[in-house]
């Protein structure tokens, strides 16, 4: 099962830190990836981490302002979003392997 949490509502240029924490079978080695969707439009991958090195991935629209990291244990990943956009609203997911978590809405507004 996979708990992602963190989600709030914060002005432009503020900063959050979701995280995702992994447990039971869904501690599984995979690497661990969080996107972002708004209602009507597709999702957007954001972010992946690798489970064997760590090696990260990031999209163009959060390249400098996201950043992946995990606990030593593996079991949380967790994705810091400094100089939040408006264009950030939306809710973000992670995903392990074939375990996606529930959801947490990020807000950006002044």
């Known amino acids: 099962q996979l708990q992602a949490s963190g989600g709030g509502s914060v002005q432009p240029g503020g900063s959050l830190r979701l995280s995702c924490a992994a447990s039971g079978a869904a501690r599984g080695s995979y690497a661990v990836g969080w996107f972002r969707q708004v209602t009507g439009r597709e999702r957007e991958w954001l972010s992946i981490i690798t489970r064997r090195d760590g090696v990260t991935w990031y999209a163009d629209s959060v390249k400098g302002r996201f950043t992946i990291n995990r606990d030593k244990a593996q079991s949380t990943v967790y994705l810091q979003m400094n100089s939040l956009k408006y264009e950030d609203t939306a809710v973000y997911y992670c995903?392990?392997?074939?375990?996606r978590g529930q959801g947490t809405q990020v807000t950006v507004s002044s």
């Open positions: 995903v392990k392997g074939p375990d």
